[in-house]
């Protein structure tokens, strides 16, 4: 799920993951949550072309429950990767911690792997969750929602409306 902490201009965004009896929550940036729920629907829309996933609606109340506590951030994203797993027609989600990179393409120039070169694969911080089509069609439901529930756009230029005023560009910087 996606959710926030903090007021309106001033939130940190998260991304929470349940399984295996434990709860793991991940901090992002809010343009990452509106890119993250728009290549899903994306991805949801090109796995029915592809492949002929139901794209079944969410069925019941929409999610609005607040983020599971205690809130202990693991990592900050810097990447997200997705893709759709077709033999088990579910789709994956990857978060890889700010400074991490994927490792190169190339083979190593010798036929062995240095132990700092294992111990940098463990210690990774990273993320990898799988839903199935509903779960990712309700995740994005709620990314929309969490989204919206922010501070509202200025008509004119699209930034963000504060509640003591606003310098709009397309005013020459005059308050309105």
Same mark, same amino acid.
């Given at each position: 799920m996606?959710?926030?902490?903090?007021?309106p201009?001033?939130r940190?965004f998260?991304?929470?993951?349940?399984?295996?009896?434990?709860?793991?929550?991940v901090a992002?940036e809010?343009?990452?949550?509106?890119?993250?729920?728009?290549?899903?629907?994306e991805?949801?829309?090109e796995?029915?072309?592809?492949?002929? !996933?139901?794209l079944? =609606?969410v069925?019941?109340?929409?999610?609005?429950?607040?983020? %599971? #506590?205690?809130l @202990? $951030? &693991?990592?900050?994203?810097g990447?997200?990767?997705?893709?759709?797993?077709v033999d088990?027609?579910?789709?994956v989600?990857?978060?890889?911690? !700010?400074?991490?990179? =994927?490792?190169e393409?190339?083979?190593?120039?010798t036929?062995? %792997? #240095?132990?700092d @070169? $294992? &111990?940098?694969?463990?210690?990774?911080?990273?993320?990898?969750?799988?839903?199935?089509?509903?779960?990712?069609?309700?995740?994005?439901d709620?990314a929309k929602r969490?989204?919206?529930?922010?501070?509202?756009?200025?008509?004119?230029?699209?930034?963000p409306? @504060?509640p003591?005023?606003?310098l709009c560009?397309?005013?020459?910087?005059?308050?309105?």
């Amino acid at each position: 799920m996606a959710g926030t902490v903090g007021a309106p201009g001033d939130r940190t965004f998260f991304l929470q993951a349940r399984g295996g009896g434990r709860v793991i929550s991940v901090a992002l940036e809010k343009v990452q949550v509106a890119l993250l729920a728009e290549k899903l629907d994306e991805l949801l829309l090109e796995a029915h072309r592809r492949f002929g !996933v139901e794209l079944t =609606e969410v069925i019941g109340p929409a999610d609005n429950e607040p983020l %599971e #506590t205690p809130l @202990d $951030e &693991e990592f900050r994203v810097g990447t997200l990767g997705l893709a759709f797993d077709v033999d088990t027609a579910t789709v994956v989600i990857e978060a890889i911690a !700010v400074g991490d990179e =994927e490792p190169e393409a190339e083979l190593p120039s010798t036929d062995e %792997e #240095t132990e700092d @070169d $294992e &111990e940098a694969d463990v210690d990774r911080d990273r993320l990898r969750v799988r839903l199935t089509p509903q779960e990712t069609r309700a995740f994005i439901d709620r990314a929309k929602r969490v989204l919206a529930s922010g501070r509202p756009a200025c008509p004119l230029c699209g930034q963000p409306l @504060d509640p003591k005023g606003h310098l709009c560009p397309r005013h020459n910087g005059y308050h309105r």
